[in-house]
């Protein structure tokens, strides 16, 4: 008799949908966590090339802390294509005006570069206050 290892389907996965506080967490240690969740690690029918993730709702994002003088330090690159066309902005400048966009890149920079990944990122809402417009999907309060 021959065993096989099971491998899961996009329909075996009951998606839930959760909500973390991100007051006075660490960046790069809430992103890491808040990535193993979207991406579905926590499940115990985990399957690499399937999305067996959850709905993750992320409040008080203006209210992240890093560590260090990464505020001053850490600076985001981006390049319009032409040249002498490369534009820079710190942590700081990026939090006063989205906070949200510092999680959000530091999350989705934690999630696969493939179709997979660019899905898996569309899981992911993140608001800078302590209201979201999701109360209708009843999410799940997550301490991390």
């Known amino acids: 008799m021959k065993k096989y290892t099971y491998s899961a389907k996009r329909a075996d996965n009951k998606e839930n ?13 809430l992103a890491s966590q808040v990535a193993y969740r979207i991406r579905g690690k926590h499940n115990p029918l985990y399957t690499p090339h399937v999305d067996m993730g959850d709905w993750v709702v992320i409040i008080n994002a203006d209210k992240i802390r890093l560590t260090g003088n990464k505020m001053d330090q850490k600076t985001y690159y981006r390049h319009s294509g032409y040249m002498g ?20 890149k530091a999350v989705r920079g934690m999630l696969p570069k493939n179709r997979l990944g ?4 569309k899981k992911l809402f ?9 109360a209708a999907q009843k999410p799940e309060v997550v301490e991390i």
């Open 126 to 134: 993140v608001y800078a206050g302590d209201q979201h417009p999701h």
């Open 118 to 121: 660019r899905k898996l990122g």
């Open 85 to 104: 066309g490369i534009k820079s902005e710190t942590v700081k400048e990026v939090l006063e005006k989205k906070p949200e966009e510092v999680l959000r």
């Open 17 to 29: 949908w959760c909500v973390i506080d991100a007051k006075d967490q660490v960046l790069g240690r």
